[in-house]
């Protein structure tokens, strides 16, 4: 079919909440996407930070075919394969910062530091199918725990400028209020202070702390164009979170499965340890999936009944998560991510047309000169053979595959700045 008739046909039955670009994509592979002319994208948006793994990675589709024959769906009433394994790992990862410093505090004996990630607190995990219903999740949590330690305390601080997603919940702990307008009233209980305004958020908790159940952040805000939490900042939301009895969520749902670096989740770089993470994007590389994690004692607050899904967590969404983290185990993807990332903002800011490059990882955004329009270079991009996308009027975003290698980055860069030399 023809992108003209697929266009007339999305026109006419699927509802408008987004603003397709012209192209039809239909198979991928790797680093690339192909539309039906077999013309190739480089993909340095990858599904918006999903497909981890790039297109079609061989393990996730061998994986998914074999359980797409073999058991689809059954619901949370009963055990399935693997979910128990699939938690493990999760947990493992979660606390992979901390087995490595309670390592090297200890002795050099082998056997004490291979115990060092099991003798930590286990993190229990709820599957959810995507970030917002996972970010629900830990909303509710966070006020169950808060009830269940016998304290009255609701309200939720997040920051300015923060994404956690577009179900109601999660849209009124989105610190952006062009976003929430048009849909108030939302749900009560949340309050925002500006990221890395420490003083701010001292503030709130000193004339509000009893009020206060969580703290919610990203520790690299995406959707508002890669903005990172200061070090010294996210310290002090967890230690004023818990000299309360709050608790610290991390949303790693763009942040965390390596996209940050060679650490599974960006607030390993930070020297803090969340109640709560919420994982999705590219966890499953590209399956839908969401996960809601919670240390051990937070996570048995919740009893049968109070939380629920029929999806989450079926075999097909299982057996593509433990794909994708097993082949992050048994290769050396991960080893390169941050060298990648670097080169890549290196090599951004060397363009003239470039005033400000962020990120880490290769999670990154750059600010073009106010003359120039990001959605128009996007639109350039496309037909160039690019895709990547803007997260303002002057704000590129770059969430490539992790497989991504110097040569992508090499080939984006020439490419990028012909875009740019011509529309300046």
């Avoid at 020297?271 to 004692?297: L, W, Y």
């Amino acid at each position: 079919m023809s992108l003209e008739k697929q266009q007339q046909l999305e026109k006419s039955y699927v509802m408008p909440t987004f603003a397709r670009k012209a192209v039809e994509l239909v198979y991928g592979g790797g680093m690339y996407a192909f539309d039906a002319d077999n013309k190739p994208y480089l993909d340095f948006l990858a599904g918006i930070g999903v497909a981890s793994l790039g297109h079609c990675y061989p393990t996730v589709t061998e994986a998914l075919c074999v359980q797409a024959a073999k058991l689809i769906h059954v619901g949370n009433f009963y055990y399935i394969e693997h979910r128990g394994e699939v938690a493990e790992m999760l947990s493992n990862l979660l606390n992979e910062e901390a087995a490595v410093n309670q390592s090297t505090n200890q002795s050099a004996n082998q056997s004490a530091n291979q115990s060092a990630n099991q003798s930590l607190s286990p993190w229990k995990t709820f599957f959810a199918n995507s970030g917002a219903e996972a970010n629900e999740c830990a909303i509710k949590l966070a006020r169950l725990y808060a009830k269940r330690q016998g304290r009255n305390a609701r309200d939720i601080i997040t920051l300015q400028g923060g994404f956690h997603g577009r179900t109601l919940g999660a849209l009124a702990a989105t610190g952006q209020s062009a976003k929430q307008a048009d849909f108030e009233p939302l749900p009560a209980g949340f309050a925002t202070v500006p990221i890395n305004d420490i003083e701010k958020l001292e503030k709130v908790f000193k004339h509000g702390s009893s009020l206060i159940c969580a703290v919610m952040l990203e520790c690299v805000q995406g959707e508002s164009g890669v903005h990172p939490c200061s070090a010294e900042f996210l310290r002090s939301a967890q230690r004023l979170a818990h000299e309360c009895g709050a608790l610290l969520i991390c949303d790693e749902i763009q942040t965390g499965i390596y996209r940050c670096g060679e650490k599974p989740f960006a607030f390993q770089n930070f020297g803090i340890k969340p109640d709560i993470v919420t994982i999705a994007k590219g966890v499953a590389s590209g399956f839908p999936v969401g996960m809601c994690a919670a240390r051990g004692e937070v996570a048995d607050k919740f009893t049968p009944g109070d939380h629920g899904t029929t999806f989450g967590g079926s075999s097909l969404a299982i057996a593509a998560t433990k794909a994708t983290l097993e082949t992050f185990a048994k290769t050396d993807i991960t080893k390169h991510i941050e060298e990648t990332g670097s080169y890549l903002r290196s090599a951004l800011s060397a363009l003239p047309q470039v005033r400000e490059v962020r990120g880490m990882g290769l999670m990154n955004a750059c600010d073009l000169n106010e003359s120039l329009s990001a959605p128009e270079i996007v639109e350039a991009g496309i037909a160039a053979g690019l895709l990547f996308n803007a997260t303002g009027p002057h704000t590129l975003r770059f969430l490539p595959p992790l497989i991504c290698e110097k040569k992508h980055v090499d080939e984006l860069i020439e490419k990028l700045k012909g875009i740019l030399d011509k529309a300046s």
